[in-house]
Protein backbone atom coordinates (compact mmCIF):
# COMPACT_ATOMS: atom_id res chain seq x y z
CA UNK A 1 0.00 0.00 0.00
CA UNK A 2 1.56 3.23 -1.09
CA UNK A 3 0.00 6.45 0.48
CA UNK A 4 0.20 10.05 -1.45
CA UNK A 5 -0.83 13.48 0.34
CA UNK A 6 -1.87 16.47 -1.08
CA UNK A 7 -3.72 19.94 -0.15
CA UNK A 8 -1.26 21.47 2.11
CA UNK A 9 -0.02 25.27 1.77
CA UNK A 10 -0.34 28.46 3.25
CA UNK A 11 -3.12 29.96 4.80
CA UNK A 12 -4.12 33.06 6.99
CA UNK A 13 -5.66 32.22 10.25
CA UNK A 14 -9.45 31.76 10.62
CA UNK A 15 -8.89 29.96 7.14
CA UNK A 16 -9.86 26.32 5.89
CA UNK A 17 -7.72 23.46 3.80
CA UNK A 18 -8.63 20.73 2.81
CA UNK A 19 -6.26 17.76 3.06
CA UNK A 20 -6.48 14.03 0.64
CA UNK A 21 -4.70 11.28 0.84
CA UNK A 22 -4.93 8.92 -1.67
CA UNK A 23 -4.35 5.06 -1.40
CA UNK A 24 -3.06 2.35 -4.13
CA UNK A 25 -1.64 -1.06 -3.83
CA UNK A 26 -3.37 -3.48 -2.04
CA UNK A 27 -6.14 -0.85 -0.77
CA UNK A 28 -8.63 -3.93 0.50
CA UNK A 29 -6.39 -4.48 3.08
CA UNK A 30 -6.77 -1.35 5.09
CA UNK A 31 -8.33 -1.11 8.04
CA UNK A 32 -8.21 2.18 9.92
CA UNK A 33 -6.86 5.68 8.63
CA UNK A 34 -5.37 8.69 10.57
CA UNK A 35 -4.00 11.54 10.11
CA UNK A 36 -0.81 12.61 12.16
CA UNK A 37 1.11 15.95 12.61
CA UNK A 38 4.66 16.98 13.39
CA UNK A 39 5.60 20.50 14.29
CA UNK A 40 8.94 22.20 14.12
CA UNK A 41 10.90 20.71 17.30
CA UNK A 42 8.17 18.53 18.53
CA UNK A 43 7.35 14.86 18.53
CA UNK A 44 4.83 13.70 15.88
CA UNK A 45 1.19 13.76 17.31
CA UNK A 46 -2.63 11.82 16.00
CA UNK A 47 -4.78 14.90 14.63
CA UNK A 48 -7.28 12.36 13.70
CA UNK A 49 -8.77 8.82 13.03
CA UNK A 50 -11.29 6.80 11.53
CA UNK A 51 -11.79 3.42 11.52
CA UNK A 52 -13.30 1.09 8.31
CA UNK A 53 -16.76 1.27 9.53
CA UNK A 54 -16.44 5.24 10.19
CA UNK A 55 -16.01 5.67 13.74
CA UNK A 56 -13.61 8.62 14.06
CA UNK A 57 -11.25 10.26 17.09
CA UNK A 58 -10.25 13.70 17.54
CA UNK A 59 -6.87 15.51 19.29
CA UNK A 60 -8.98 17.90 21.82
CA UNK A 61 -6.95 20.58 20.03
CA UNK A 62 -8.22 20.00 16.72
CA UNK A 63 -12.18 19.00 17.98
CA UNK A 64 -14.88 20.95 16.41
CA UNK A 65 -13.01 22.42 13.80
CA UNK A 66 -11.26 19.58 11.85
CA UNK A 67 -13.33 16.45 10.11
CA UNK A 68 -11.88 13.84 9.41
CA UNK A 69 -13.79 11.35 6.53
CA UNK A 70 -13.32 8.65 4.02
CA UNK A 71 -14.37 7.52 0.59
CA UNK A 72 -13.22 3.80 0.50
CA UNK A 73 -14.63 3.76 -3.17
CA UNK A 74 -12.12 5.80 -4.14
CA UNK A 75 -9.53 4.92 -1.51
CA UNK A 76 -9.53 8.38 -0.21
CA UNK A 77 -8.28 9.75 3.11
CA UNK A 78 -9.79 13.28 4.11
CA UNK A 79 -8.88 16.07 6.84
CA UNK A 80 -11.47 19.51 6.27
CA UNK A 81 -9.46 21.77 8.51
CA UNK A 82 -11.85 25.11 9.36
CA UNK A 83 -10.91 27.73 11.61
CA UNK A 84 -7.13 27.36 11.51
CA UNK A 85 -4.93 28.75 14.27
CA UNK A 86 -0.63 29.00 13.98
CA UNK A 87 -0.58 26.72 16.54
CA UNK A 88 -2.11 24.10 13.31
CA UNK A 89 1.14 24.50 11.23
CA UNK A 90 2.96 21.62 10.81
CA UNK A 91 3.52 18.72 8.71
CA UNK A 92 0.66 16.43 8.55
CA UNK A 93 0.82 12.91 7.73
CA UNK A 94 -1.66 10.25 6.62
CA UNK A 95 -1.73 7.15 7.75
CA UNK A 96 -2.97 3.50 7.01
CA UNK A 97 -3.02 0.48 9.17
CA UNK A 98 -2.79 -2.64 6.44
CA UNK A 99 -3.80 -6.30 8.13
CA UNK A 100 -1.64 -8.73 6.88
CA UNK A 101 -2.35 -11.86 8.86
CA UNK A 102 -4.93 -12.48 11.29
CA UNK A 103 -2.53 -11.35 13.98
CA UNK A 104 -0.62 -8.95 11.94
CA UNK A 105 -0.37 -5.41 10.76
CA UNK A 106 1.84 -2.50 9.00
CA UNK A 107 1.00 1.13 9.64
CA UNK A 108 2.08 2.84 5.86
CA UNK A 109 2.73 6.26 5.94
CA UNK A 110 2.45 8.93 3.59
CA UNK A 111 5.68 11.36 2.84
CA UNK A 112 3.75 14.74 4.60
CA UNK A 113 2.37 17.48 3.32
CA UNK A 114 3.25 21.40 5.18
CA UNK A 115 0.72 22.82 6.35
CA UNK A 116 1.76 26.45 7.24
CA UNK A 117 -1.11 29.19 8.86
CA UNK A 118 0.12 32.48 8.82
CA UNK A 119 -0.96 35.13 12.15
Known amino acids: VQLVESGGGLVQAGGSLRLSCVAS????????MGWFRQAPGKERELVAS???????NYADSVRGRFTISRSNADNTLYLQMVSLKPEDTAVYYC??????????????WGQGTLVTVSS
Open 95 to 108: TARVIISIEGYLDV
Open 50 to 56: ITSGGTT
Open 25 to 32: GSTYQISD
